[in-house]
C-alpha cells in the first residue's frame, strides 16, 4: 500500500487529540452532547469532514470510547455512511421508577437524558440515533424514518464500532465458533480479540470498567464486535443463511447499543442499564409467572446414571418422577423439572431435531398421573422441550406441545436448541432447509416467537441454547430465565471443567445481560469416581468433576441471579448432607434488592440480596483459585436491627482439590456495624443468611 | 447444553479411529481413494451415516488431514449437505511437463493422479469433487453439474473443512480486519487462530509441514479459514455486499482448495502445486510479457523526501523521471515506475477514488517527453494506476488510460487498491455505491478484468492491495506480479517496521501463492535519520528503519521472487555503494530453476536458482534475528565445471541494528563439491551468484 505524509498527519493528529475532541464537542455546540444525571458521563456526537457520524464517550473526564464511527449501509440502496450533517437534534429526560415482577431488585429507576439526534443528507437521507445518559452507562439506537426509496432494506453492515483504550484488559468469548455461547471466557489484552460476543467486558488502565453490549434485540440481527484495527471493535451483525444481511421493512430501530460504565467491577454488577433500555411489559397481569425452586431428572443424565432415551436406563419415567416429586414437596421446592419424557431421544437427536414429538411421552412415563400427583403435592411439573435446534418441527408442534402442558399444570418450559453454531435449521415453503445462527435475525424472532405462545397459556420459558439475554424480560416477564454461557453440566462431562474462576467472571459478564439457569447446588462433587450403575452408561472421565467447595455451590445461588434456581444434585446426594442443604431450603430465587459489595473480575465476588417481601437477607461471596479471606462490613443490614447470621463457610482447610466439602456451619448475632470475616479456600465461597432475630 | 452419552461414546470411538479410518477406507472400496504418483500421499474420501461428504489426507502412513466435510449451502434451495451417496467415480492420471514463460524454473512438471467421486442424494441432488494427487500435495474442486432446480445459485456456506493436528505451529496473518494482507505473520498454536487468509502453514507434531490454499480463484469469493472448533478450520468465504453469498449460474466449478505437504519447511518452497491446478496460457503469444528489473519514484514517497502530489516536493516531473530514466539505463534496468504522475493525488485520495484521473497529467509531467526519452535509452516507463479501491471509477476510465501507455511504449502498469478491508468501492447502475472486500467475488473478477484488458494492449500488471495469488500468472501470464503482504514500504513508515523474521516467514507463507513486488534492495537502511529536506514533508519515526544487514538487501532478490524486481532505494544511494550495487546489476529476475536448499519457517532460508537460459546460478540465504552459520554444500552446480562465486557476506561483526552495512565482498573458486560457509548476522544474509569460469 502507499501511505501520504497527509493522511499520517492528520490521523497522528486525530489520535493525540482524541480526549479533548470529545469533551470539546460537548461544549461545541449545543444539540451534540448529552450527560449522565450525575453529570459523570458524557457522550458527543459529530459527523467528520466527509460527513461520517461519530460519537465518543467520556467518563469522568476520561475519554472511554474514543470518537467511533456511526451508521448502516443496505444491499440496495444508498448507506448512511458518509455525506451526513446534524440538521437537527432534541433532548429530554426521565426520572421514573418502576417495579419488576420479580428481579434482582423490585424497584428499578431509570434516570436519564436523552438526546436524538437527526443526521441527513443533501439527497434526502436521514436517520436518527437516539442516545440515552444513565449514572451506569449510556445506550443508542437508530431510528430509520420513512423515507423514499428505503421501504424494504437489507442491512450488509452496521458500521457502529466502539473504540476502546488498547492497554485494557478484556473478558470475552469467541463469537462464530462451532459453540453458541459456552465457552471458558478468556482473560487477555485486546491483542487476542478478534470476533466476540457481547457483553464483553473492559478494564481500562484507569480501572474504569466498561461492557458493551446490546438490549431489546427484536427482529434484528446479534450483534458480536469484531476488532477491525487495534482496539477498534465493529458491529459484527450474525449472518442469515438466505439474505446479505438484516432485512426490515419499513420504518424501523435497531436494538439499543450499550456500554455500562462504572468504576470499578462491582459497580458493572450493580447496573440495571439492560433492564431500562428495554420496553415495559406488555403481558399485563403476569402473577402467574413464579419465581422458585424446582429439582429434576436432569443431573441424573449428565452424569451417565441415567439416559434421555431408553437406551440405558431411562430417567423420565412415572416412579422415578413420584420420586422427585415426594421430595420436592418435602422439602419447599416448586417444580420438577422432567427431562426425556417425550419420544425422539432414541435417534440421532443431536444433529436430528425432526425425531422429536412435543406431544408423545414414552410409555413408561404417564403425563396425567405426575402432573396430577404432582399437583396434589402442591408442587408442579417443569416442561421440557429439545428441539435440537430444528425450529420448524418445533413451531409446528408449539400450539399442541403448549396446550398439553397448561392442560396439566405446567407453568414453566424449559427450551433446547442443542445445535452447532449456524445449524439451527428450518424448512422453508418449499421445503428447502436453511440453517441459521442462534444469534442470527430468524432465530431472534424464534425465539421470541415462543416466549409470546407460551405466555398465551401462562406458560414461562427457560431457554437453553438461547439467543443472548438483553433484557427482554421485562417486556415478556414470562422469559424467566435461560442458559447461554457454560454452566453446572460442563462439570458433569466437560474438558475441561468449570475452572473455579469461571464463576467469578459470570458475573461480570453473562450475567450483566440477564438471569441464568446455571442449576447450582451439586453436592457429590466428583460423581465420576461413584461405580458405575448397572444397565447404565459408563461414567465420564474422573477428570471431569466440580471444581468448587460445597460451600460455593451454596453460595452460587445468590451470586448467579435466576429468579428459577434449581437444586440440581440427586434428592439422595441432598438428604446424605442435611446440613448445608437448608441453606437451599432457605435460600428464595426473588428479590427486593440486590447489592454486590466488592469484587474483581475473576478473582472474586461478594454480593447481598434481601429477599423480596421479607426483612432478610443473604449474602453470597465466590473466589476463584486463590484463597482470600474478606472482611465484610455489613453495612446493607437495617441499623439498629440484630440479625442471626446463619452461615455457611469453608473450614480452614478446605480446598476444592483436596477437601472440598469441609466446612464451618453455625450462626452468629450480627448488626450492620459488624465486619463479618468470609475465609474463603482456593475455590470457595461462602453463604450466609440474615433474619431479625425477633423473628426467632 | 445436554450431551447424550451415546453421541459422546461416537464421537470418542471417531476420534480414536481416525487414522485407521481414512487409510482404511483407501482400501475399502474402489474409487474411494487416490493416491499421489509416489503413493506417499492418500486421499480418501467417504459420507457418514448421515450422507455427509467427507475426505481425509494421509502421508507416508500419518494422518495429516483427519475426516473432514464437504459440501456447500445454498440460499434458496436444498444444501450439498447429506443425504448423499457416492454413486461413481472415475480415476486417471496425467504426466506431463509444460514450459512457464516466466518463472522460477522453466519447465514444471504435472504428474498426478486423479478421482472424481460422484455424490447424489435421492432427490436429485449431485455434485462432484475433482481430487488431485500429486507428491507435493493435493488439490480438489466442487463440479457442479446443470440440475433441475439448480440453474442460479446463491452459495451462503461452503462446508469445506480442514482437520488439522491440534499440537501443530501456525503461520498466519488474521482475515476480515481492517488491512487486506498487510500484516505480520503471527507464529502460534492453533488455540490462538480464529480467521485466517491463505495460504496458511502448518507444521505439525511430528515436522510434516502443510499449507492450505486455493487455486484459480476466478468468479468466486476468496476462502478464509474460520477455525470453527479446536483443529477444524471451516471454509470461510469472502462476504459480498448485496448477495447472501457467492453466485453462481448455470454448472459450475469452485477455485481448487489445495493442501501442499511436504516432510521439511524447504519441501513446500519447492512445491508446483498450485500452478499445476490453474489452466494453461490463454493469452498466446506473451513473448512481449518481459521480466525484468526497475527503478522508479516510489521510495522517494515513502521516505517524504517526494510526495505523490503537489503538496511537498512533486516526485513525479519530468526531469525528475529523466534522472531516473538515466540512472536505469547505465545500470541495465528495465524499467522506471513513476507514482504519482497523474492528477488527483493532492484531495483526500486516500478514501475517495473518485479524484483520479488515469489519463490527465500534472503539469510538471510531459508524458510523451519522458517516454520518448527512455524508449530512445532502451528503458520502458513503468505505469502506475492508484484507484483508492474504487473500481467503478477505474473501470470507467480503464480502455482509455491502458490505451494512453500502449501508445507511450509502456508495457508494465503497477496499479493499486488502497482502501481499508470491506471497503473497496463500486457504484452499481442506480448510482448506489456498495463496499466489497478486495477478496470478494465482486473484486476477484474485476482483478482478473484488468489484466485482461491490459492483455489486448501487451500490458503486464503488477496488483497491489491485490486479490491473493492463486496461480493465475500461468492463465494469465500477463498477472506479472502483484503485492498482497507486507513489503519493503513498512521499513519506510511501519510501526513496527518489518522485524528480521518476516522474510525469513514470507516464502513459506505468501510467497508459495506466487511472486511478490516485495521491493528490495534499500541501500540506506536509516533513511528517517538524514535531514529533512527542505519543503518535504516531516520525516517518519526513526523507529521506523530496515531491520536488515546490507547483504540481507541483496539476498532478498533471490529469496523473495518475483519476475520484476524492483531496486527500490534513490539513485544516489546506489551510487555511493557501487561494490554491493553489483549484486543487483547481475541478478537477473527470471529463472531456469530453483531449489530450496535448506530452512525453518520463520528461522532461515537457503534458496539457489539457476538463471533463465544460462548457466549462471545465483544464491540467497535469510535469517531472522539469531545469527547462524550455514555450510551450504553447492551441489546444484554442474558436476565437474568450475565456477567463480562472487559473494556479498555479512562481516564476522555485522548486525542489523548496530552495524548492517559490514560486507565481506569477494570472490572465490567454487565446485560442486564445494561446501561454502554462509555466516549470517542478526538479521542478516547472503547472496552469491556463481559462473563458470571459463566464461570469464
Request: glycine share 8%; aromatic share 12%.
Amino acid at each position: 500500500m502507499i501511505f501520504s505524509a497527509r493522511v499520517l498527519l492528520a490521523t497522528i493528529a486525530a489520535l493525540l487529540c482524541l480526549p479533548s475532541a470529545v469533551l470539546a464537542m460537548q461544549g461545541d455546540e449545543a444539540g451534540r452532547s448529552v450527560s449522565s444525571p450525575d453529570g459523570r458521563l458524557v457522550v458527543a456526537v459529530d459527523v467528520t469532514g466527509e460527513g461520517v457520524p461519530q460519537y465518543g464517550v467520556a467518563y469522568g473526564g476520561e475519554m472511554v470510547i474514543a470518537p467511533s464511527r456511526l451508521g448502516m449501509r443496505f444491499a440496495a440502496m444508498k448507506g448512511f455512511d458518509e455525506g451526513f450533517a446534524i440538521v437537527g437534534s432534541s433532548a429530554g429526560s426521565a426520572d421514573e421508577t418502576w417495579e419488576q415482577p420479580w428481579g434482582e431488585r423490585r424497584f428499578v429507576r431509570d434516570h436519564h437524558n436523552e438526546l436524538v439526534v437527526n443526521f441527513a443528507a443533501d439527497d434526502g437521507r436521514s436517520f436518527n440515533v437516539r442516545f440515552r445518559a444513565f449514572d451506569d452507562g449510556i445506550g443508542f439506537r437508530y431510528e430509520v424514518p420513512a423515507q423514499q426509496g428505503y421501504d424494504a432494506v437489507t442491512i450488509v453492515d452496521e458500521l457502529t464500532e466502539f473504540r476502546v483504550a488498547e492497554a485494557s484488559t478484556a473478558w470475552w468469548i469467541p463469537s462464530r465458533g462451532w459453540n453458541r455461547y459456552e465457552y471458558l471466557y478468556e482473560t487477555t489484552g485486546l491483542e487476542e480479540m478478534d470476533i466476540v460476543h457481547t457483553p464483553v467486558t473492559f478494564r481500562m488502565p484507569s480501572g474504569i470498567h466498561l461492557s458493551v453490549h446490546e438490549a431489546a434485540l427484536v427482529d434484528y440481527a446479534a450483534m458480536s464486535l469484531k476488532q477491525y484495527r487495534p482496539g477498534i471493535f465493529a458491529a459484527d451483525l450474525a449472518p442469515s443463511a438466505t439474505a446479505a444481511g438484516v432485512v426490515k421493512k419499513g420504518p424501523f430501530t435497531t436494538p439499543w447499543r450499550t456500554i455500562q460504565v462504572a468504576p470499578d467491577a462491582a459497580g458493572l454488577v450493580n447496573s440495571d442499564l439492560i433492564l431500562n433500555l428495554n420496553e415495559p411489559n406488555r403481558l399485563g397481569d403476569v402473577s402467574w409467572v413464579e419465581p422458585g425452586k424446582y429439582v429434576g431428572i436432569w443431573w441424573a443424565m449428565h452424569i451417565n446414571d441415567r439416559s434421555w432415551g431408553t437406551d440405558f436406563i431411562h430417567g423420565a419415567t412415572t416412579d422415578e418422577t413420584k420420586r422427585y416429586i415426594d421430595f420436592a414437596a418435602e422439602n419447599g421446592f416448586d417444580g420438577v423439572l422432567v427431562e426425556g419424557w417425550n419420544t425422539g431421544w432414541d435417534g440421532d437427536w443431536f444433529n436430528n431435531g425432526d425425531v422429536f414429538s412435543f406431544t408423545e411421552t414414552y410409555p413408561d412415563f404417564d403425563l396425567r398421573e405426575v402432573a396430577d400427583y404432582a399437583l396434589s403435592k402442591g408442587v408442579r411439573l417443569v416442561g421440557h422441550h429439545e428441539t435440537s435446534g430444528n425450529i420448524t418441527n418445533y413451531e409446528r408442534q408449539m400450539a399442541d406441545a403448549y396446550d398439553l402442558y397448561e392442560d396439566h399444570g405446567v407453568r414453566q418450559v424449559k427450551t433446547g436448541y442443542v445445535a452447532d453454531g449456524g445449524d439451527a435449521k428450518w424448512v422453508d415453503d418449499t421445503g428447502v432447509a436453511h440453517y441459521e445462527w442462534h444469534d442470527g435475525q430468524k432465530m431472534v424472532n424464534h425465539y421470541i416467537h415462543s416466549v409470546t405462545e407460551a405466555a398465551k397459556r401462562k406458560i414461562s420459558i427457560n431457554t437453553h441454547e438461547p439467543i443472548k439475554d438483553t433484557g427482554l424480560r421485562r417486556t415478556y416477564p414470562n422469559w424467566i430465565t435461560r442458559e447461554g454461557a457454560r454452566g453446572q453440566e460442563y462439570n458433569a462431562w466437560g474438558q475441561p471443567p468449570n475452572p473455579p474462576e469461571h464463576t467469578a467472571i459470570l458475573p461480570y459478564t453473562r450475567m450483566l445481560s440477564g438471569p441464568m439457569d446455571f442449576t447450582p447446588g451439586i453436592f457429590d462433587l466428583m460423581p465420576n469416581e461413584r461405580p458405575q450403575l448397572e444397565g447404565a452408561a459408563p461414567r465420564h472421565s474422573t477428570a471431569s468433576r466440580v471444581e468448587t467447595t460445597l460451600a460455593k455451590q451454596l453460595a452460587l445461588y445468590v451470586t448467579i441471579y435466576s429468579p428459577i434456581q434449581m437444586a440440581a444434585d440427586l434428592p439422595e446426594n441432598y438428604e446424605a448432607r442435611p446440613e448445608p442443604f437448608q441453606f437451599i431450603r432457605d435460600v428464595p430465587a426473588d428479590w427486593e434488592e440486590s447489592i454486590a459489595l466488592a469484587g474483581a473480575v475473576g478473582d472474586y465476588l461478594v454480593i447481598a440480596r434481601q429477599e423480596r417481601g421479607s426483612d432478610d437477607w443473604f449474602l453470597g461471596a465466590v473466589t476463584d483459585e486463590e484463597a482470600r479471606n474478606i472482611s465484610q462490613p455489613l453495612s446493607f443490614l437495617t441499623d439498629g436491627v440484630t440479625y442471626r447470621a446463619e452461615y455457611y463457610l469453608d473450614a480452614d482447610d478446605a480446598d476444592w482439590e483436596t477437601n472440598p466439602y469441609a466446612m464451618d456451619i453455625g450462626s452468629r448475632a450480627v448488626t450492620s456495624e459488624t465486619v463479618m470475616e468470609l475465609p474463603l479456600a482456593p475455590g470457595g465461597g461462602a453463604a450466609v443468611r440474615f433474619y431479625p432475630m425477633n423473628d426467632e
